[in-house]
């Protein structure tokens, strides 16, 4: 019997990119790669004697220990780790923080920047996208990002979300686009049958999903 928390045997499979849910001996690659331009949730602790690349290597690892420490059906966070050729290149989270309600899911990634704009940022996002609206049974999927990151925007319009409404983020004053894509709108792209989901039926129970 496979003895592995059943959210740990999910691999999703692009053309290029394999995405396994993270784990612990997983942190300190990530750590190792994360770049300095990416955000983090700015609601994070910060602890005093600690300096600002040790705070970052902090968030990272009690945003994991939250994520799969507090998971429950209605109200997750599911990390992934992105390899290209066996490297890790990225994360990809997806979402389902009122997930029994509305079957909503939501999403965010980073790459190292070496490896941004040549299209592993839709291909990753794509990939929890099959995730969610083939075994997960999603509805649809939101997104948002501020105005400036046309990076991230780009993966979402691609994909084909359609832009909702902006609001402002309280700590910079920044303005955010909401994007939304519909299960009907994402059946209608070719995406649903770029990514191959292994794993997933042994994990469904933590989702409040039975076997298909
Ligand atoms: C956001 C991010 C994950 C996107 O991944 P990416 O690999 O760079 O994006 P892709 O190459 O897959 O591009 C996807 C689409 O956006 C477009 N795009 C990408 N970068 C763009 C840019 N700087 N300006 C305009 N369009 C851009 C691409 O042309 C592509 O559109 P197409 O499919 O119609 O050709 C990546 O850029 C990143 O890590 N950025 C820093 C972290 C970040 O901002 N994360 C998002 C916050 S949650």
């Keep these: 019997m496979d003895q592995r928390w ?3 045997g999910i691999r999703l499979e692009t053309g290029d990119l ?3 849910v993270m784990t612990e001996p997983d942190l ?7 770049p300095a331009d990416v955000g983090l949730n700015p609601d994070a602790t910060t602890y005093a004697g600690l300096d600002g690349e040790a705070n970052r290597a902090a968030v990272i690892r009690q945003s994991y220990w939250r994520a799969l420490g507090l998971w429950s059906p209605a109200d997750w966070m599911l990390p992934f780790v992105v390899r290209r050729d ?3 290149i990225g994360v990809q ?7 029994l309600t509305d079957r909503t899911v939501d999403s965010s990634s980073w790459l ?4 941004r704009g040549r299209g592993w940022g839709r291909q990753m996002r794509g990939a929890v996208l099959a995730l969610a609206f083939g075994p997960l049974r999603a509805d649809a999927a939101i ?6 990151n046309l990076a991230s925007l780009g993966v979402s319009r691609s994909l084909g979300y359609q832009p909702t409404y902006t609001s402002v983020l309280p700590h910079t004053g920044e303005m955010l686009q909401h994007v939304r894509l519909d299960r009907g709108r994402w059946a209608a792209t070719g995406s649903p049958r770029c990514t191959q989901v292994e794993g997933i039926d042994l ?3 933590l989702f409040g999903l039975e076997p298909a």
């Design 203 to 205: 994990a469904l129970p």
């Design 28 to 34: 300190a690659t990530v750590i190792s790669v994360l």
């Design 93 to 99: 989270w997806l979402e389902g923080p009122d997930y």
């Design 112 to 115: 190292v920047p070496g490896e």
């Design 18 to 20: 394999t995405l396994t």
């Design 86 to 88: 066996g490297a890790v």
């Design 6 to 8: 059943p959210l740990h």
């Design 143 to 148: 997104s948002s990002a501020v105005t400036s």
